[in-house]
């Protein structure tokens, strides 16, 4: 049952974090700016920023492909590993949204989003630390029943 619900969830993780790359790439100027220190900046152009991210989404997401098939009987694991993925797909989300934001000629307080960016960062280390505490919560169960 939590192996459906989360696959629909990672489902559709999958299709926001394309409509927000389309909707981001439609958006950016010609080059990119992805990091800036001083006077000096690290840019690259929007069609480049677009294939890389577009393979880092491709990537990850098929990953839950591969674990499904190398995992099929352990359907716990594929469950949380799609939940893995999924606060993945919200972190490409956010960082995406920012980088359209740092990019366009508006002012804006980042401050305000910082917040955001480490709120999705703690969300895929809660939900990466929840397998362990899991594992063990299992295992200290099941001695108790024998």
């Known amino acids: ?3 459906k619900l989360l696959k629909g969830i990672w489902f ?3 299709v926001a974090a394309l409509i927000a790359l389309l909707y981001v790439y439609a958006g950016l100027p010609q ?3 992805v990091q800036k220190q001083g006077s000096s900046q690290i ?3 929007n069609e480049l920023f677009f294939y890389i991210v577009m ?7 098929v990953m839950v492909f591969i674990i499904g098939k190398v995992f099929s009987e352990k359907e716990d694991f594929r469950a949380w590993f799609h939940g ?3 606060t993945l797909n919200i ?9 359209f934001q ?3 000629n508006e002012k804006f307080d980042y401050g305000r989003i910082a917040f955001i960016i480490y709120g999705s960062l703690g969300l895929m280390v809660l939900w990466a630390s929840f397998w362990p505490v899991y594992l063990i919560f299992r295992a200290f169960s099941s001695k108790s029943l024998v």
């Not at 393979?55 to 997401?61: C, D, G, K, V, Y």
């Open 84 to 86: 893995l993925i999924m």
């Open 1 to 3: 049952m939590a192996l």
């Open 12 to 14: 559709l993780s999958i």
């Open 31 to 33: 080059e990119v700016i």
């Open 102 to 104: 740092y990019n366009s």
């Open 43 to 45: 840019s690259v152009s």
């Open 91 to 99: 972190f490409f989300i956010i960082a995406l949204i920012f980088i």
């Open 55 to 61: 393979m880092f989404l491709a990537i990850s997401n």
